[in-house]
């Protein structure tokens, strides 16, 4: 779908720019909003870039720099930190040669830290683009990623 | 022992609204758009002495009333789903595991204030709820349950979810709005307060999503029901989620004043490992209790004499390997990224809290260091814009009340500041998070 098609799908007026947005990045391959987007954006629905974009970068969902096609996202609130959320770091990052927003070289992950996801049941948790992982140490994480790396070489 | 919200959760299918509805589901609606005026059903509520379940403890018909008295229309009826307080996580299990007992009770609160639209505001991270509730509103339409004329009454009533995109601030009601309507989620002066102008600025009512579960229960079964449940003052149940180093954790609905002890040792099965140290009520932003609260009774009004709050309904356990100040720190690098800027005080405020921390963490904090945290939090408290910046303190406070002597071990009381001269001005950058 094209930016144009998305604002026609939800109506341009300025309530459903959060839902436009989470749209142009999704179909984004790169899982970001690019600057033509914004851009394009700006003319459809009338809205001044300055505004797409100040509202866009108050939101932790979404990214202006391209991003890997799974983004692995380790909480990191009292919940989870006290139930060692800082080893989970550590195990990705030695894993995987990345360090908290970087991607990696072929552009398969990106690790983030973000706030409560809500599954602190099961902390220390992560998730990985829509799916959860919970209960998680350093085997289970090496178990994971091996199998989407597994997945994307067939 | 009855549980009230959860009734349902893991007994019906949440997919399937036949079995929502053979579990006596949307019968309230229906006797309520038959038999009841919307007086009626404000009054039930009224009664009943239903609180908001979201965390600040508003009298729920209380609410209703005003937005019900409000002149302008369209009215909007909001359901706040941005349950972003760490460590809560009820709203996403009462979304997932009966949805339509939600939408049941909006339409009940649609009738009640006179409202024909409503959104379901929904965190970005919960793709499953947002699934559920988008089929479950799909299947009350179908059945005429949702949509134009309600069991052939001339009342409408649409729900349509919108989908927010990870900022913790906007599950406070003005900036939630704010948030709807496209802008960045900043919270917005109160009064005029949202049953006046709120969405769109047209009269809102916004309530949590465990409030509104509480309702279709309360108009079926009547409030004298109700209020023999839970304590004097707070009747009703509460939805707990208990964590960290406990045997079970997980999601509980007691009634109201329980105690903590209760809850670690009968519903949690004790401490998974060490002995017990303290406990944060309420999320990030809740007290910390010492073990000295360990019996005080878990309800708005009781705790609220002993000067806390019972916050969201997370319930932190901790065990005696954790540190204070390393807690602490983790907090306020929590409130530093979810600051939303507005405000000065908040902006800088957490900031300079989460540096106090480290520094008292690294046991190389400045001689006067508790007493400027001490202020800090004060001013925080009492000069923030929104509850969110105020509730920066309730943490710092409690801490400071109950662990201040450990605490203080991470004073270095040789180190003083330094004097700003003009040679040596402070501003050399820390890096931050």
């Given amino acids: 779908?094209?930016?144009?098609?998305?604002?026609?799908?939800?109506?341009?007026?300025?309530?459903?720019?959060?839902?436009?947005?989470?749209d142009v990045q999704n179909q984004n391959p790169n899982n970001y909003i690019c600057?033509?987007?914004?851009?394009?954006?700006?003319?459809?629905?009338?809205?001044?870039?300055?505004?797409?974009?100040?509202?866009?970068?108050?939101?932790?969902?979404?990214?202006?720099?391209?991003?890997?096609?799974?983004?692995?996202?380790?909480?990191?609130?009292?919940?989870?930190?006290?139930?060692?959320?800082?080893?989970?770091?550590?195990?990705?990052?030695?894993?995987?040669?990345?360090?908290?927003?970087?991607?990696?070289?072929?552009?398969?992950?990106?690790?983030?830290?973000?706030?409560?996801?809500?599954?602190?049941?099961?902390?220390?948790?992560?998730?990985?683009?829509?799916?959860?992982?919970?209960?998680?140490?350093?085997?289970?994480?090496?178990?994971?990623?091996?199998?989407?790396?597994?997945?994307?070489?067939? | 022992m009855s549980r009230i919200v959860l009734e349902n959760c893991g007994k019906i299918n949440p997919e399937d609204i036949e079995e929502y509805i053979g579990a006596d589901g949307y019968e309230a609606l229906g006797i309520a758009l038959e038999k009841k005026t919307p007086e009626d059903i404000i009054k039930i509520v009224k009664d009943s002495k239903l609180v908001g379940r979201g965390g600040a403890g508003f009298p729920t018909g209380l609410k209703w009333s005003f937005a019900r008295a409000a002149k302008e229309s369209p009215k909007y009826i909001i359901c706040n789903a941005d349950e972003g307080e760490p460590g809560t996580f009820k709203d996403r299990l009462i979304m997932e595991?009966?949805?339509?007992?939600?939408?049941?009770?909006?339409?009940l609160c649609g009738y009640a204030i006179g409202a024909n639209t409503?959104?379901?505001?929904?965190?970005?991270?919960?793709?499953?709820?947002?699934?559920?509730?988008?089929?479950?509103?799909k299947d009350a339409e179908k059945l005429g349950l949702l949509g134009k004329n309600i069991f052939d009454t001339d009342f409408d009533f649409n729900v349509k979810i919108k989908i927010g995109a990870g900022s913790y601030v906007c599950g406070e009601e003005t900036a939630l709005l704010n948030s709807m309507e496209g802008l960045r989620g900043e919270p917005r002066l109160k009064p005029?307060?949202?049953?006046?102008?709120?969405?769109?600025?047209?009269?809102?009512?916004?309530?949590?999503?465990?409030?509104?579960?509480?309702?279709?229960?309360?108009?079926?079964?009547?409030?004298?029901?109700?209020?023999?449940?839970?304590?004097?003052?707070?009747?009703?149940?509460?939805?707990?989620?208990?964590?960290?180093?406990?045997?079970?954790?997980?999601l509980i609905e007691v009634p109201m004043g329980i105690t903590l002890r209760e809850i670690i040792y009968d519903y949690a099965g004790g401490m998974s490992s060490g002995k017990?140290?303290?406990a944060q009520i309420g999320g990030t932003a809740g007290d910390i209790f010492s073990s000295k609260l360990l019996d005080a009774p878990l309800e708005y009004q009781e705790l609220q004499k002993l000067g806390h709050n019972l916050g969201s309904g997370a319930i932190l356990i901790m065990?005696?390997?954790?540190?204070?100040?390393?807690?602490?720190?983790?907090?306020?690098?929590?409130?530093?990224?979810?600051?939303?800027?507005?405000?000065?005080?908040?902006?800088?405020?957490?900031?300079?809290?989460?540096?106090?921390?480290?520094?008292?963490k690294k046991k190389e904090a400045y001689f006067d260091e508790l007493k400027?945290?001490?202020?800090?939090?004060?001013?925080?408290?009492?000069?923030?814009?929104?509850?969110?910046?105020?509730?920066?303190?309730?943490?710092?406070?409690?801490?400071?009340?109950?662990?201040?002597?450990?605490?203080?071990?991470?004073?270095?009381?040789?180190?003083?500041?330094?004097?700003?001269?003009?040679?040596?001005p402070i501003i050399r950058r820390q890096k931050i998070c």
């Fill in chain 1, 1 to 22: 779908m094209t930016t144009k098609e998305i604002v026609k799908k939800y109506g341009n007026k300025r309530e459903n720019l959060l839902q436009i947005l989470h």
């Fill in chain 1, 35 to 154: 600057k033509e987007a914004i851009y394009e954006l700006s003319k459809e629905m009338d809205i001044p870039v300055s505004g797409i974009k100040g509202t866009a970068s108050f939101y932790t969902m979404f990214s202006f720099t391209p991003r890997g096609k799974y983004i692995i996202r380790v909480c990191e609130s009292p919940p989870c930190h006290i139930l060692g959320a800082q080893t989970i770091f550590e195990a990705i990052e030695s894993k995987l040669g990345i360090k908290v927003g970087e991607t990696t070289d072929d552009g398969l992950f990106t690790l983030e830290g973000t706030s409560c996801l809500g599954i602190c049941g099961v902390a220390p948790a992560m998730m990985i683009n829509d799916e959860a992982y919970g209960n998680l140490n350093e085997k289970k994480i090496c178990k994971i990623l091996d199998q989407i790396q597994e997945r994307e070489r067939k």
């Fill in chain 2, 97 to 107: 595991g009966d949805p339509h007992k939600i939408l049941e009770g909006m339409a």
């Fill in chain 2, 118 to 137: 409503a959104y379901i505001y929904i965190r970005g991270e919960y793709q499953l709820s947002i699934q559920r509730l988008t089929k479950a509103i």
């Fill in chain 2, 192 to 250: 005029p307060f949202p049953a006046e102008s709120g969405f769109l600025s047209k009269p809102t009512n916004v309530n949590n999503v465990e409030t509104f579960a509480n309702i279709a229960p309360i108009i079926l079964n009547g409030f004298e029901w109700f209020k023999k449940i839970g304590t004097e003052s707070t009747p009703g149940t509460k939805v707990y989620t208990i964590l960290g180093h406990i045997k079970r954790p997980g």
């Fill in chain 2, 276 to 278: 017990f140290k303290m």
């Fill in chain 2, 319 to 360: 065990n005696d390997i954790i540190s204070i100040a390393d807690f602490l720190t983790c907090c306020m690098k929590f409130f530093v990224h979810e600051s939303c800027g507005k405000c000065s005080v908040c902006r800088i405020g957490t900031k300079q809290m989460y540096n106090a921390f480290k520094r008292l």
């Fill in chain 2, 372 to 424: 400027t945290i001490k202020e800090l939090a004060e001013k925080l408290k009492l000069t923030a814009f929104c509850p969110m910046g105020q509730s920066v303190a309730s943490p710092v406070l409690s801490a400071l009340k109950y662990f201040g002597e450990e605490l203080a071990r991470g004073v270095n009381p040789d180190k003083k500041h330094e004097p700003i001269t003009r040679e040596n």
